[in-house]
């Protein structure tokens, strides 16, 4: 390779790595895999060695890539955070450990080896042992201040009482989303007419990276520590610090394993790689260490990783098969989505028949034909994925995959709606899989929970004439349903008495049952202890809807759009005739299960779990009587984030017992 040449390869690279890390670590969007990026930046490393005069001065090779974001208070970390040296092959690892051998002038090396978590690494600071501050890797140097939002996760110590606690110390560690967790997740956002989310590791990065911790909390991230930074306590090993961590009560992945032999090392690399698929958590290698730390500190650092440990990364589970066809799905919002049907082909574990093709972008970039034989990929990701063609196998005169112009369902005109790349179906009055989606999400568990109505449920109804839309599910007869197949009269007896019991439904449920573009659950609860009633939510202006909390300008808009339209107004209008919830209830509820009968409360605060309103109600319904001041009439005082300190004073002057959030919600049995 000339000097010219190399100087226009070096550029090239330069600019795709740096773009891929703009995706990977600012927009939590990578176009690629972890693999494939690893490739270019090997490549852009070794060109720049062969030749040093080339390197630019901020190369991507020497710095860890993630920029901080907006929005989050930026912390410089007391020890930067690094990265590891990568690679993917065994005999790297020989070289790794005759390197530190030579370095260490031949003294004995014990190896600590831990699986590669495949999440987002966090830095935690402790000051007397309360956790003070969180921050994310970020540029390595400064991150962002998630405290907020880490202080959700369950399984991260608030405060360590132990004995001899430094006064200061740091814990890194990776967060992670379990991948059930990410799955039901992606259940939920499917079954509500939303894309799925591409993998756990750039879910939890978007989750820590969230306004509402709230949501954060629902979303069940989970922590692994991998390193202590003490310097009140002499610590000889990695190992003695992993076991620090667990008498201090955080919980460790206990797959960690200490080697003294290549040998050893490899079997552990072999293990992990046959058995991450029963790991609750994703992993993309294994990490080793030198396990002394005085050991470590001789070796030290190069500008971007340790010379004590390298990261032996797993190529993506990847096979070869071929393309039978590409089937396309309408979704209750009229999206319409491509997916691969495969020879089956076994991967990772499962028999894998179709794949994940995104949307039209993607479809475009992979320029697939017919029967072309398509490599799949599962890596972080659990919706197994095209992610290449083998152009070599392609045979001549096979037919190129053109995306539909029109609905593969109904037949009308796709259209795309200002900067969504998708395509859609507008005709949503009347394409059949639109309608069967917005019924299906109108039953769901987390909607109108009617269990006695699954997916094939509906299809068939639907099929047979029976439903159009969800007020037809009420005006369903025992005579009609029985003459189906696979009812008999015990089923439809079910069936039925699963749709009478929905009529109880609270009414933010139904509000969300409605499938409002944009309205999820939580929006759903806002606006329905906002308005209180559909008649007010109907009549409200675009303006006065935007104005509930976390409820912005485009959920206003779709709300507006949804409740100008006659169709829907008729659907209300026929959903109230059959007697759902409209409104927020506030009938109390029978005498015997009135545990606040008789008691005085003032609420004070912000709170958590239930918004001021809806704990006003509940105490309400619970019997409890509510005042606005405190005094000696008063028998308790319910204090959320932020009471009132003279609200506080005086309850503690006048001896008036002080309830948290949580006790009182004990109280009611909530
Ligand atoms: S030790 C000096 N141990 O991998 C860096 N890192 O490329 C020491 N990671 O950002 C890191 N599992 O988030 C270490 N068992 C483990 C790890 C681990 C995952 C991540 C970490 C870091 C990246 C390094």
Redesign the pocket.
């Known amino acids: 390779m000339t000097h010219q040449e190399a100087q226009a390869e070096i550029q090239r690279l330069t600019a795709l790595v740096r773009h891929h890390n703009v995706l990977y670590y600012q927009e939590s969007a990578p176009e690629i895999s972890d693999y494939a990026f690893d490739q270019l930046l090997e490549r852009l490393t070794q060109l720049e060695n062969q030749f040093p005069t080339l390197r630019l001065p901020d190369s991507p090779t020497q710095k860890v890539g993630e920029q901080p974001t907006k929005n989050f208070v930026t912390v410089h970390h007391r020890h930067p955070?690094?990265?590891?040296s990568n690679t993917y092959s065994e005999a790297e690892i020989h070289n790794f450990f005759q390197k530190a051998q030579k370095l260490l002038q031949g003294e004995p090396m014990e190896l600590f080896c831990?699986?590669?978590?495949d999440g987002v690494?966090i830095s935690l600071s402790y000051k007397s042992g309360i956790l003070e501050r969180v921050v994310t890797?970020g540029d390595g140097k400064k991150g962002d201040d998630i405290t907020k939002n880490a202080q959700t996760i369950t399984t991260l110590p608030k405060r360590i009482r132990a004995k001899g606690i430094p006064q200061y110390f740091e814990v890194r560690g990776?967060v992670l989303m379990p991948r059930a967790c990410f799955e039901a997740l992606n259940k939920e956002r499917l079954a509500q007419g939303e894309g799925p989310l591409a993998n756990p590791r750039n879910t939890a990065a978007g989750t820590l990276k969230m306004i509402d911790d709230k949501i954060v909390a629902q979303r069940l991230l989970t922590f692994y520590p991998?390193?202590l930074k003490v310097d009140e306590i002499a610590l000889r090993t990695q190992e003695a610090s992993i076991h620090l961590l667990e008498e201090w009560g955080f919980a460790t992945s206990p797959t960690y394993k200490k080697c003294s032999t290549i040998g050893e090392v490899i079997s552990y690399i072999n293990y992990w790689s046959a058995n991450r698929n029963n790991l609750p958590v994703d992993i993309d290698g294994i990490?080793i260490k030198i396990n002394s730390l005085a050991q470590q500190e001789k070796l030290g650092y190069t500008t971007k990783?340790?010379r004590w440990?390298i990261?032996y990364k797993y190529k993506p589970t990847r096979v070869a098969t071929i393309l039978e066809k590409v089937g396309y799905q309408v979704g209750r919002t009229g999206a319409v989505t491509p997916v691969a049907h495969l020879k089956p082909v076994l991967l990772a574990g499962t028999t894998v028949k179709r794949a994940s093709l995104y949307n039209n972008n993607e479809l475009k970039k992979l320029n697939l034909c017919l029967e072309d034989s398509v490599f799949v990929e599962k890596g972080g990701d659990i919706i197994p994925k095209v992610t290449g063609v083998d152009i070599a196998q392609r045979k001549v005169g096979s037919k190129p995959i053109i995306f539909p112009t029109h609905c593969p369902a109904c037949g009308t005109v796709l259209v795309q709606y200002g900067a969504d790349v998708g395509y859609y179906c507008p005709s949503e009055k009347t394409c059949p899989p639109q309608l069967k989606g917005r019924i299906k999400h109108f039953v769901h568990r987390k909607a109108m929970h009617i269990a006695s109505i699954g997916s094939k449920t509906v299809d068939l109804l639907f099929d047979k004439g029976l439903l159009r839309t969800p007020a037809d599910l009420y005006q369903l007869r025992y005579e009609e349903i029985c003459l189906l197949e696979g009812f008999k009269k015990t089923a439809t007896r079910n069936l039925l008495q699963g749709i009478t019991q929905s009529k109880k439904t609270p009414f933010e449920k139904v509000l969300f049952a409605l499938g409002i573009r944009h309205v999820g659950e939580t929006v759903a609860e806002k606006l329905a202890h906002h308005f209180q009633h559909i008649d007010a939510l109907i009549q409200a202006s675009e303006e006065d809807i935007s104005l509930v909390p976390e409820v912005g300008k485009k959920i206003a808009y779709s709300v507006k759009t949804y409740f100008l339209d006659a169709d829907n107004l008729k659907l209300v209008a026929a959903l109230k005739h059959a007697g759902l919830q409209f409104n927020v209830s506030t009938t109390p509820i029978t005498t015997e299960k009135q545990p606040l009968a008789g008691k005085t409360f003032v609420i004070s605060g912000n709170f958590q779990r239930l918004d001021r309103t809806l704990l006003k109600t509940h105490i309400k319904r619970h019997g409890g009587r509510l005042l606005t001041a405190v005094s000696k009439n008063v028998d308790y005082l319910v204090t959320g984030k932020k009471a009132g300190p003279a609200k506080l004073a005086t309850a503690q002057a006048l001896g008036i017992q002080v309830l948290s959030e949580e006790k009182i919600t004990n109280m009611m049995g909530l």
């Open positions: 955070m690094l990265s590891l831990e699986l590669k978590f690494a890797r990776e991998y390193a990490v990783s340790p440990a990261a």
